[in-house]
T-cell receptor, first 115, second 113 residues
Framework: NAGVTQTPKFRVLKTGQSMTLLCAQDMNHEYMYWYRQDPGMGLRLIHYSVGEGTTAKGEVPDGYNVSRLKKQNFLLGLESAAPSQTSVYFC??????????????FGPGTRLTVL | QQPVQSPQAVILREGEDAVINCSSSKALYSVHWYRQKHGEAPVFLMILLKGGEQKGHDKISASFNEKKQQSSLYLTASQLSYSGTYFCGTEMGNAGNNRKLIWGLGTSLAVNP
């Protein structure tokens, strides 16, 4: 099992460019999350999904869009990148119920720099 | 709404104990604890549900005081491998269906030989 994987691992963008971050999980998890982590700010939830075809806003959704067309994939899009979006982005997933309910499995992260 | 973690940082010698606290002003359904090493992703430690339970494995344990809306993480006989930043994530509400975690800012723990 690969667990949670993220593509790409690193990316440098110019202001105004767009990109999509891909998160994939092979654990059949219902829930998936996108976080950003900045120095001294902890983890902040951008968007999350409780199932295929459904998404919801988190704490800091502005400037981002998401889609979950397949259960195993959760995409994060930046339509027009800004320097304030320079951050490390983590994807996570978890089961909906059962003994392992709530435990979030994290991907390795994507380090994004916007110039 | 964001939980408050204390202390912000702690330095230990190998074998010493530490306590990290996580407090919320809102009613909590659960508290989640994770450890993150530098340059890596957070790794799950444990979840505590409301009801005041205490959980643990090996030399790391935690408690959840529902009345105080506070959780404490106990690290006993610390090892070098315990070094990292510890985050608590809190889930609010009564039914635990929210599934959104609000995270604290973290506690940096350094264990020296």
């Amino acid at each position: 099992n690969a667990g949670v994987t993220q593509t790409p691992k690193f990316r440098v963008l110019k202001t105004g460019q767009s990109m999509t971050l891909l998160c994939a999980q092979d654990m059949n998890h219902e829930y998936m999350y996108w976080y950003r982590q900045d120095p001294g700010m902890g983890l902040r939830l951008i968007h999350y999904s409780v199932g295929e075809g459904t998404t919801a806003k988190g704490e800091v959704p502005d400037g981002y869009n998401v889609s979950r067309l397949k259960k195993q994939n959760f995409l994060l899009g930046l339509e027009s990148a800004a320097p304030s979006q320079t951050s490390v982005y983590f994807c996570a997933s978890s089961y909906k119920s059962g003994r392992a309910r709530g435990e979030q499995f994290f991907g390795p992260g994507t380090r994004l720099t916007v110039l | 709404q964001q939980p408050v973690q204390s202390p912000q940082a702690v330095i230990l010698r190998e074998g010493e104990d530490a306590v990290i606290n996580c407090s919320s002003s809102k009613a909590l359904y659960s508290v989640h604890w994770y450890r993150q090493k530098h340059g890596e992703a957070p790794v799950f430690l444990m979840i505590l549900l409301k009801g005041g339970e205490q959980k643990g494995h090996d030399k790391i344990s935690a408690s959840f005081n529902e009345k105080k809306q506070q959780s404490s993480l106990y690290l006993t006989a610390s090892q070098l491998s315990y070094s990292g930043t510890y985050f608590c994530g809190t889930e609010m509400g009564n039914a635990g269906n929210n599934r959104k975690l609000i995270w604290g800012l973290g506690t940096s723990l350094a264990v020296n030989p």
